[in-house]
Nanobody, 116 residues
Framework: QVQLVESGGGEVQAGGSLRLSCAASGSILNIRPLGWYRQAPGKQRELVAAFTTGGTTHYADSVKGRFTISRDNARDTMYLQMNSLKPEDTAVYYC??????????WGQGTQVTVSS
């Protein structure tokens, strides 16, 4: 069974940067669409950025121009580069994908805390 494992979270001051990684235990090429979500305390989980089934990228308005999603197929890993972080970016970040386009897989999440 394919698993997704996030890493790279931590605490950073406002204006700082972090890079999250999402490593797949199998071929990441079989997982599409594939993206990053986040959930802040007391809020619903929301889409942050994603690779669509067609291979294009999609970003939430709140992170456009600050976050960049990328992937390294040879390493079966997806990344989220987060720059100019704001306190409102504080959340648990999850990667999610659909194995063979049909079976939803979630990682365990990684905490990102941005202090003002």
């Amino acid at each position: 069974q394919v698993q997704l494992v996030e890493s790279g979270g931590g605490e950073v001051q406002a204006g700082g940067s972090l890079r999250l990684s999402c490593a797949a235990s199998g071929s990441i090429l079989n997982i599409r669409p594939l993206g990053w979500y986040r959930q802040a305390p007391g809020k619903q989980r929301e889409l942050v950025a994603a690779f669509t089934t067609g291979g294009t990228t999609h970003y939430a308005d709140s992170v456009k121009g600050r976050f960049t999603i990328s992937r390294d197929n040879a390493r079966d890993t997806m990344y989220l580069q987060m720059n100019s972080l704001k306190p409102e970016d504080t959340a648990v970040y999850y990667c999610n994908g659909f194995l063979y386009g049909s079976v939803s897989i979630w990682g365990q999440g990684t905490q990102v805390t941005v202090s003002s």
